[in-house]
């Protein structure tokens, strides 16, 4: 499987959109973005949104050719929508929780594993690039930000040596 890392990503013929329902958690927007089936070769991310209440909007981005899943749901909510679906288009925010690869990683893989099999670009321990070799407790999933137009997962060496990723990056 060849897997497009690095600013390539940003380069792909994605289009992305944004949905802001007005979900009040996290998780509730997650569960969500599960239920719209969506293919491998999509993206969808949570971003907090401050308008017109504090509550989660949702960005997905598709391959062309793919139909759009969902309509934006009224217009007090439609500048959420535009600020999610801008800040994933330009990698610089969103916690991604629909990704390639995503599915397959769990329990304790290492660094080379999720580099090589998703979308995640880097994984970071404190402030320096994580080596293939090292082990990251993945759990059920790891949810990788954008960062300066990478997916990218923060990490802290646990008592073992294992790398535990900070929090809202893992499941």
Not at 88 to 115: E, F, K, Q
Not at 133 to 154: Q, V
């Amino acid at each position: 499987m060849t897997v497009t890392t690095g600013p390539a990503l940003l380069d792909r013929r994605l289009r992305h959109f944004g949905v802001s329902l007005g979900h009040l958690t996290e998780g509730s927007a997650e569960a969500w973005i599960r239920t719209l089936g969506l293919p491998a070769a999509a993206q969808a991310c949570t971003h907090r949104a401050q308008f017109p209440f504090p509550h989660v909007a949702v960005s997905v981005a598709l391959p062309t050719g793919v139909s759009r899943p969902v309509e934006m749901a009224g217009s007090a909510f439609l500048e959420a929508a535009a600020a999610a679906s801008a800040a994933h288009a330009s990698g610089r925010s969103g916690r991604a929780i629909h990704y390639r690869g995503w599915s397959a990683i769990s329990g304790r893989v290492t660094v080379g594993d999720v580099l090589a099999t998703t979308e995640v670009v880097r994984v970071i321990a404190r402030n320096t690039h994580a080596a293939p070799g090292d082990t990251l407790a993945a759990g059920r999933g790891l949810t990788p930000h954008w960062m300066d137009g990478e997916l990218t997962i923060l990490a802290e060496p646990g008592p073992d040596g294992t790398l535990i990723p900070l929090p809202g990056f893992a499941r």
